[in-house]
């Protein structure tokens, strides 16, 4: 993946190279100004560059920066609650959150993740109130197919393994190999995880 990557890079940094010196915008004057040379051995900026007014700027010192970094536990969960909530009986709303990726972002918020235990619930939700009378979102749904399956921890301790189907598309449960030996040995199988 990384080397079909590589020429689609190198092209944006050929691009970059002639591109007009980026442009800084202050949102309280309105005013544009040339944007300082990046520090050594940061990337070039290839977009321009809006200065946040003071009051804002302020707010944002010490917002995490990295993707597992959230301010409090819940995070991801209220933000999901707000595109949730908005799609409820919206359907203009829910057409434009559809035409951004909204559903698919949603969709993909239907895990388990315990640093935000009720993002699941709201992603949910959102789906619901997107499906709601959206024949465009019932059908891209029902157009979704099963890709893969996921070995999770929980299932390997039970002895367990998810496995597709080609054929009909749907998963089925079996039991591993040391699951059938221990079965075949009239071993007790192994407690459940507590």
Same mark, same amino acid.
């Given at each position: $993946?990384?080397?079909?990557?590589?020429?689609?890079?190198?092209?944006?940094? #050929?691009?970059?190279s002639t591109l007009p010196?980026?442009?800084? $915008?202050?949102? =309280?004057?309105?005013?544009?100004? &040339?944007?300082?040379?990046?520090?050594? %051995? *940061?990337?070039?900026?290839? =977009?321009?560059?809006?200065?946040?007014?003071?009051?804002?700027?302020? !707010?944002?010192?010490?917002?995490?920066?990295?993707?597992s970094a959230t301010p409090?536990?819940?995070?991801?969960?209220? !933000?999901?609650?707000?595109? *949730?909530?908005?799609?409820?009986?919206?359907?203009?709303?829910?057409?434009?959150?559809?035409?951004?990726?909204?559903?698919? !972002?949603?969709?993909?918020?239907?895990?388990?993740?315990?640093?935000?235990?009720?993002?699941?619930?709201?992603? !949910?939700?959102?789906?619901?109130? $997107? &499906?709601? %009378?959206?024949?465009?979102?019932?059908? =891209?749904?029902?157009?979704?197919?099963?890709?893969?399956?996921?070995?999770? @921890?929980?299932?390997?301790?039970?002895?367990?393994?998810?496995?597709?189907?080609? *054929?009909?598309?749907?998963?089925?449960?079996? #039991?591993?190999?040391?699951?059938?030996?221990?079965?075949?040995?009239?071993?007790?199988?192994?407690? @459940?995880?507590?």
């Amino acid at each position: $993946m990384l080397a079909a990557l590589q020429p689609a890079a190198a092209a944006r940094t #050929k691009a970059r190279s002639t591109l007009p010196p980026p442009m800084v $915008m202050d949102l =309280r004057t309105g005013a544009t100004e &040339a944007a300082p040379p990046p520090p050594e %051995g *940061a990337p070039p900026q290839d =977009r321009p560059v809006v200065e946040l007014p003071a009051a804002l700027e302020r !707010l944002a010192v010490g917002f995490p920066a990295g993707a597992s970094a959230t301010p409090y536990i819940g995070y991801r969960g209220d !933000l999901v609650a707000v595109v *949730a909530n908005g799609c409820f009986r919206r359907p203009t709303v829910t057409s434009a959150v559809v035409r951004l990726g909204g559903l698919e !972002l949603l969709l993909a918020q239907t895990h388990l993740d315990e640093r935000s235990p009720l993002a699941r619930e709201w992603a !949910l939700w959102g789906v619901r109130n $997107m &499906a709601e %009378g959206s024949e465009e979102v019932q059908a =891209r749904i029902a157009g979704l197919e099963l890709q893969t399956t996921v070995e999770t @921890p929980e299932l390997q301790q039970l002895g367990l393994r998810l496995e597709l189907d080609k *054929a009909t598309g749907k998963m089925k449960v079996t #039991k591993t190999e040391e699951a059938e030996e221990v079965l075949r040995r009239g071993a007790p199988p192994p407690p @459940p995880p507590q």
